[in-house]
């Protein structure tokens, strides 16, 4: 029997002290007793309730429970249990009690607030059992005071609703990436991509919003980084909800997201700053154009000079070939240094067009060692009166990026080589450039020069913008810090070392790359075909009218060629004839190249895909964003007739447009 505020009754019970051991008869209100001290030791407060209508009552509570609830014992003792409930979690209580008092058995734990003595409430939790007392049903119940644990949990609670809130309002774009796809962007993001709501981006692959040059440089970094590898910030051109495109710059961690291996990354719109940044390279690459005019003029014109007499020579030589067969020889020898004379001339060209053009920011599988041997031919002539040129050039991988942009990097620090040595010991002076593979995963170009070197006050600064050492006029002091800028934006780094009088190395470090997208039309081009070529019908549109006379006259052994020198006249031409394949120069005054293929695509639907464009390699903003919507073919100029023949086997063996 149990007593209000008395001793409970014990009777024993047999237990095993130890498997090894006789069953021992153990004192069971020794054994209570000891329990009933823990509990209380441990803060834990037990209270004996008896269940019967109409009301329950306490019959037995310890003095924690009288402290957790909040009142003396002997008044714990005297109140009605559900007086102390409060008001939001009686009815629970009084439901319980019901069950109880049915024998049901109820929840064995669970949470209510109790309202104390002194007003305050007190979050508790319980944990009950059934028992019998005296043959009336009674409920044993520990408490434990979780005021605590529930306004942590709160405090939690309200603190990630308040960074989520924060992140949502942030002005930069912030994003969780898992396995390929948004599973969470906040405002700023949705903003800077355009889209609506949440739900209809995280729909959208990766693959299809980010940049087709970029895609593999992006897949290869979301996979570096779930292998919780750091990774430097890195630019990518995204495709917006309407279709536009914005350059974003990333910084992203490993981040476990709903208890999965995530992506963590914030963005920040740097669509103008590129701009203004391919503006201010353009203008730096056309002033180190400017520092190697006179160099680059004698590079043209020594083998202009012997291709003009040559070809003077073989003209006034060509009358006396009637009498006399035997000077064929040496005239055919005049002829094939002409040509090779041309052909020097045309790689000087071809090499400076490819530096100087603006062609934003694609990237592609490029040699290292090949740029370096290109920045070294454009720089040549600048190069040679100053310094010896020794190079070493190992086998490395190839890097992903733009080979103008690294040309530009290369002819600066080639420069700045060069200017950093007196003119007056040019036999002594000497420039090394070497490319290697360091533990595969960097290709390093070095420009070593034995020039006066970087004193160690100047050197932290050599990569500031606007920051030069050089005389008024002589320096902007933009070249190194644009340099700096094109080799960080591929995710390489560039640093100088050297001391005042004993030369100075500058170190470039890009990483290297298996993925090979834009390979150069040199590249992938294929070998002339041993297949007799069978006769097509050509047109040549091009306004200087000595290359379509020529090109006419070069392919008409093969083929039906018809020449015009205007769009006008190649339109009426291509109403009476069926062609399969025109040649189009892509800028000629009035009616260019665009707006025939314009027109053509409007009135002969499908022949537009047979024009093959022929380039100066002088694009205007607008005809460089035409190029790239475009699929056709383009050659530059000067270009050889075994490549023209061969593109008018392939243009003119593809099936007709249906």
Known sequence: MVRPGGRVGYSAIWMRRDPGEML??????????????????????????????????????????????????????????????????????????????????????????????????????????????????????????????????????????????????????????????????????????????????????????????????????????????????QTYRARRFDGTHVVLEVSSVYFEYEGRPAVLGIARDVTTRKALERQLIQADRLAALGTMAAGVAHEINNPLAYVMLNLEWIARKLPEVEHDRTSLVGLTAMLDEARQGAERVSTIVRELRSFSRSDGETRASVDLAAVAQSSIR??????????????????????????????????????????????????????????????????????????????????PRIFDPFFTTKPVGEGTGLGLSICHGIVTSLGGSIAAYGEAGEGTTFRVALPTTGHVLGATAASTREPPSSRPMRAARVLVVDDETPIATTLRELLAPEHEVVAATSAREALAAIAKTEFHVLFCDLMMPGVGGIELYEQVRRQHPGLERRIVFMTGGAFTARTAEFLASVQNRRIEKPFSLTLVEQIVREVASTPWPS
């Open 378 to 459: 454009i720089a040549g002539h600048e190069l040679r009166h100053k310094a010896r040129i020794v190079t070493s050039f190992e086998p490395a991988r190839p890097v992903w990026a733009n080979q103008a942009r690294l040309e530009q990097v290369v002819i600066n620090l080639l420069l700045n080589a060069a200017q950093a040595m007196p003119e007056t010991r040019a036999e002594e002076n000497e420039i090394r450039v070497s490319v290697r593979e360091d533990a595969g995963e960097y290709a390093v170009l070095e420009v070593w020069d034995n020039g006066q070197g970087i004193p160690a006050e100047v050197l």
């Open 24 to 233: 021992a008869k153990i004192d069971l209100g020794v054994l209570g007793r000891a329990m009933l001290d823990a509990a209380g030791s441990a803060g834990i407060g037990l209270t004996v309730t008896l269940v019967e209508p109409p009301v329950p009552r306490h019959v037995y509570a310890n003095a924690a429970a009288a402290a957790i609830l909040g009142w003396s014992m002997e008044e714990l003792l005297a109140r009605n249990p559900l007086d102390s409930i409060a008001q939001r979690d009686l009815g629970r209580v009084n439901d319980r009690f019901a069950k109880r008092v049915a024998g049901e058995q109820g929840q064995a734990s669970y949470e209510l607030v109790v309202t104390r003595k002194d007003g305050r409430e007190a979050a508790i939790e319980i944990t009950a059992g059934s028992a019998t007392l005296d043959g009336r049903p009674a409920v044993f119940a520990f408490i434990v005071d979780v005021s605590a644990r529930r306004e942590a949990e709160s405090h939690r609670l309200r603190t990630e609703a308040r960074f989520r809130e924060l992140i949502e309002i942030a002005p930069e774009p912030v994003s969780i990436i898992r396995e390929g796809h948004f599973v969470y962007v906040n405002r700023a993001y949705l903003a800077v991509l355009g889209y609506p709501d949440g739900p209809s981006l995280y729909r959208v692959p990766l693959s299809e919003l980010v940049d087709e040059h970029d895609r593999p440089i992006q897949e290869a970094r979301e996979s570096a980084l779930l292998a919780r590898t750091s990774m430097p910030p």
